[in-house]
């Protein structure tokens, strides 16, 4: 599948930037897949205003592979999208593992009628860089390819600015969402795909969830031979967003109004400081992001989108100290949920 076959609104969708939530995995007491609380979840995101999913990605648990939920929870999810709503929707599906299984889950996600496929390269950790582009370019003849620049406490692999140049001029990629969770890799991102004259044709997102809004609304300048090229990050494909997320996306269209401005507005740009300390205490910075995903459950457990912050494997869960955290930013920064919206539509969803 070429990205010129991408149905044609959603291909405009993709390139202009939207909010693309990463979506979580509802599980019950047993480790189960909820399948009620995994539909609300789809039909949650979709009423707030999405543009788009993120499936079998790191916040589905990348261990849904294991446990045989990988094609049932795409699934699922792209059958709910269908029938919940008309407007086009950027399905993106999570793709892990060496080539062949990349590949095979590229297929998967094809079959069930994914337009894109977010690839990690994590297993690719003592590959060199022809190996890994290499690996890039066979899994792309499959589906549209979003690259992934994943943050290395979680397992991403340090790729500097010549491999997203090779990897930018792959033809079948549309957009590559930047989470290394530091400033020097993304602007290695930035001057790759700049430098493969690749900017046109695939879009930038974030993926930094401790920089969120500044991402979004700042230009970034770029200096080659003496020519500025000024780029912007147009969208985001946030684990930070399966929470909160008709806030979070109030403040992605505040962002997009402002981009380009000669003069952003002070108060949003002070407001990136309020989301990124509610992501500290999700993502469970102080322990090294442990409790990241079991973070981003509790607030859905609270808001009765999940039963419970069960994860596929037993022994992750909460960090000590973790629990205080999420009650104090849930208490300092209540203005930021979203949790009237999601009361007033919640037995909708589970219905």
Known sequence: ??????????????????????????????????VAHQRALTRYYIDAGAGGLAVGVHTTQFAVREVGLYQPVLKLAAET?????????????????????????????????????????????????????????????????????????????????SFW????????????????????????????????????????????????????????????????????????LLGHWSVWTASAIRQFERCRAARGQQALPADLLALDARVTDCNSAFFDVANNFHGCIAGCHEILRRQGLMQGIWCLDPAEGLSPGQLAEIDRVCREHADLSDDAFVAANLAKWLA
């Not at 979506?23 to 480790?31: G, I, S, Y």
């Not at 792309?140 to 790729?159: M, N, T």
Request: charged letters at 20%; one cysteine or more; hydrophobic letters at 45%.
């Open 1 to 34: 599948m070429h990205h010129s076959e991408i149905d044609t609104k959603v291909r405009r969708l993709i390139a202009e930037g939207t909010v693309i939530p990463a979506h979580p995995l509802a599980l019950n007491a047993d480790r189960s897949l909820d």
């Open 81 to 161: 999208a269908a029938s919940w709503t008309k407007r086009p929707l950027a399905l993106v599906a999570g793709l892990v593992g060496p080539t062949q299984q990349a590949i095979a889950e590229a297929r998967i996600a094809r079959g069930i009628g994914y337009h894109a496929g977010l690839l990690s390269l994590a297993a690719m950790k003592s590959a060199s860089e022809d190996e890994i582009v290499a690996h890039c370019e066979a899994v792309s003849r499959e589906i549209p390819l979003v690259g992934f620049y994943l943050q290395p406490a979680v397992g991403g692999v340090i790729l500097g600015a």
């Open 165 to 236: 140049r090779r990897f930018a001029e792959i033809d079948n990629v549309v957009a590559i969402k930047i989470a290394p969770f530091n400033r020097y890799r993304t602007l290695d991102v930035l001057r790759g795909v700049a430098s493969a004259g690749a900017l046109d044709r695939i879009t930038l997102y974030t993926g930094n969830d401790d920089h969120i809004l500044l991402d979004l609304v700042l230009p970034f300048d770029l200096r080659d031979r003496g020519i500025t090229t000024r780029v912007h990050i147009k969208g985001g």
